[in-house]
């Protein structure tokens, strides 16, 4: 049984390896996207299934993913499974990702290509 993540936390390597882990595969990274537009009050199973075109058995297997990875929270709502898109890991992850952009200076998309010596 693996050892489930708590969020918010200080990202590392290991949790960021197993975070991305989840989202490499174009279902699971479809379903946390969607999660993510449908905002903090999330969207039930049926209707994530329905929106996507995906077999519930498959859904439930995806989701499970995202859930062990903590980057989306289930909640139940009378008969209904709620999934929301877990924005404490998503933002710890992204800050983990440009924590060192620009030798940790502010920057933007357009500054990268010079602080980091591209040549073109």
Do not use: W
């Not at 490499?24 to 199973?45: N, Q, T, Y």
């Not at 995202?66 to 980057?71: I, M, T």
């Amino acid at each position: 049984m693996s050892k489930r993540l708590t969020y918010p936390l200080r990202m590392n390597s290991n949790l960021a390896v197993r975070a991305l882990g989840a989202l490499a595969h174009d279902s699971r990274l479809a379903i946390f996207r969607l999660l993510v537009v449908a905002g903090p009050e999330g969207m039930p199973a049926g209707e994530i299934a329905q929106q996507l075109g995906m077999a519930p058995s498959s859904l439930s297997f995806h989701l499970k993913d995202l859930s062990q990875a903590e980057l989306v929270k289930p909640r139940q709502d009378g008969r209904f499974v709620i999934y929301t898109a877990n924005f404490d890991a998503m933002t710890d992850l992204i800050g983990f990702l440009t924590e060192n952009c620009c030798a940790g200076a502010s920057c933007s998309a357009g500054d990268v290509p010079n602080v980091c010596g591209s040549k073109e």
